[in-house]
């Protein structure tokens, strides 16, 4: 390789790992593939014919030095990759098993800079015109992306250090833009709210716009302003045209196909909400999130016992997935089992470190199961934060319509109409004995929701 040239991409047999876009392909076509694995790939293919140490793929995969089960989390990941590239352990012509060790790439591998673009099948013109990514920012974006997936405040405020990090050390990396974008967001949301949405929304729509400024065929960014289009501005229609766009550029992306879905929710749409979520945990059948949004889209369907059994397959990954468990309460919740859903919001919020939605659907139920003093507890402890810090009204708000006080839980609602909150909010049971009320439809209205 010629000095001065970037590395684009590595060549074995039939395959080509693209850098840029992080795709696997066989003779020109994706092979679908998820991240830690095709982070594997990367690291046999850097050293070919050398060790591949465990130790070495365990800091590839986890440089924050994290606390998960480094050994059955290594050799999932590399079944993974033997199954995308057709290479069992036994007949492997790729993948050396080095026991107890590591694991050895065998076989010529060709690196290919952007002077190869002929050789690409074609995405040579498109490899050539984008930047190349330090491998500095690329480590950050990755710690960043492992960090917004864990969805915690604490976790959501990491991410979005290693986002502004990248995009430091790289101005022109759209994913990182893309990824500050997304830590904005949920950083707004109900729940997380460690920041107003009315600060968080804005800062998220401006970096979804830089990151389609710098690359305006980046699925990733597109899906970013999509969502940001509806926290910001509830313009339910701009968001339709990116979230296609997204996909339409990377039927791969499976949080473009996620967030769809839960448009699609919004909108009502659940039978083919429920299809592009299904979509979605295909293409990343380990993302414990997007697991935890099918049971939301089943749970918005009306089919609740499915909705508890999807979330029971999550927590066989991750016990401790604090979504999942607030997810099985909503579902016990609709099915009229309290004490059942007492207990998981319980467990949801001791995992999450206190999580507001999760305490306000705890309140709301002990307020329709009779135990008022319990849910007025709670409603003291909302009252005192929102003199200190932000508190997002539709906490408050499910508080008093499991009191039945709903002319209180309306102007809670309006509340959070002026601090512009998401309107996935307004699908949430909590509201259920609301939806007839006009005032309610009201706020639905204006926010973009069919009453």
Partial sequence: MPSGHQIRAFRFGP???????????????????????????????????????????????????????????????????????????????FIENVPRRGYRFVGPVERLSECDEIGLNGLGKRMASMHSVPEKARELYLKGRYCWNRRTPDALSRALKFFNLAAAQAPDYAQAHAGIADSYLLLGTWGHEALAPLE????????????????????????????????????????????????????????????????????????????????????????????????????????????????RKVLEVDPTFAAAHFQIGEAYMKMHMYEGAAEEFKTAIELSGGNTKFQSNLAHVFGIAGKKEKALQILRRFETRSKQDFLHAASMSS?????????????????????????????????????????????????????
């Fill in 399 to 451: 508080v008093y319509t499991g009191l039945d006080e709903n002319e209180k839980a309306i102007a809670c609602l309006e509340k959070a109409c002026q601090q512009r909150f998401d309107p996935e909010v307004l699908q949430w049971p909590t509201f259920d004995n609301l939806r007839s009320d006009p005032r309610f439809r009201d706020i639905a209205h204006r926010v973009g929701i069919p009453s």
């Fill in 15 to 93: 395959f080509e790992a693209d850098l840029i876009s992080r795709r696997l392909r066989k003779c020109g076509r994706t092979v679908q593939l998820q991240d830690q694995p095709f982070q594997v790939l990367l690291a046999l293919l850097d050293r070919p014919s050398e060790l591949v140490t465990r130790h070495h793929i365990r800091q590839v995969l986890w440089p924050c030095g994290l606390n998960v089960d480094f050994n059955h989390s290594i050799n999932n990941a590399v079944n993974r990759l033997r199954a995308a590239l057709g290479d069992p352990a036994r007949q492997s012509h």
């Fill in 200 to 311: 968080a929304y804005p800062k998220a729509k401006r970096a979804a716009l830089q990151a389609l400024a710098l690359d305006s065929d980046l699925g990733e960014a597109h899906a970013s302003l999509a969502i940001s289009l509806v926290a910001c501005d509830w313009n339910f229609v701009a968001a339709d045209e990116h979230y296609r766009q997204a996909m339409e550029l990377d039927p791969d992306y499976a949080t473009a196909r996620q967030w769809y879905a839960l448009h699609l929710c919004d909108l009502g749409k659940c039978d083919e909400a429920i299809i592009e979520m299904q979509k979605a945990e295909k293409l990343d059948p380990l993302s414990l999130v997007i697991g935890t949004d099918v049971a939301h889209t089943f749970l918005v369907a009306g089919l609740y016992q499915r909705s508890v059994t999807q979330c």
